[in-house]
């Protein structure tokens, strides 16, 4: 008669350990999908920097347009 966990018993660990990482790594990829890249966030700061620029006179509506059209273009 066999008592403990016999031969499961190992096996019953490795699978909780893959459980809590897939877990873990399905968590990481919803938050990953939810946060906004650092490419849009990096653009989005472009644009406002270019808008304050325009709006302190440093550049005229030609270059601000211009400037504009690159950065969209860009996404």
Known sequence: ???GYGWWGPMGFIFMIF???FVAFAA???IRG???STSARNDSRALAE???RY???EIDGA???ARKLIL???I
């Open 55 to 57: 709006a302190r006179g």
């Open 72 to 74: 969209e273009e860009a």
């Open 1 to 3: 008669m066999m008592y």
């Open 63 to 65: 270059e601000f347009r």
């Open 28 to 30: 990481w990829l919803i």
């Open 19 to 21: 459980m809590i990482g």
């Open 34 to 36: 939810v946060q906004p």
């Open 50 to 52: 270019l808008a304050d």
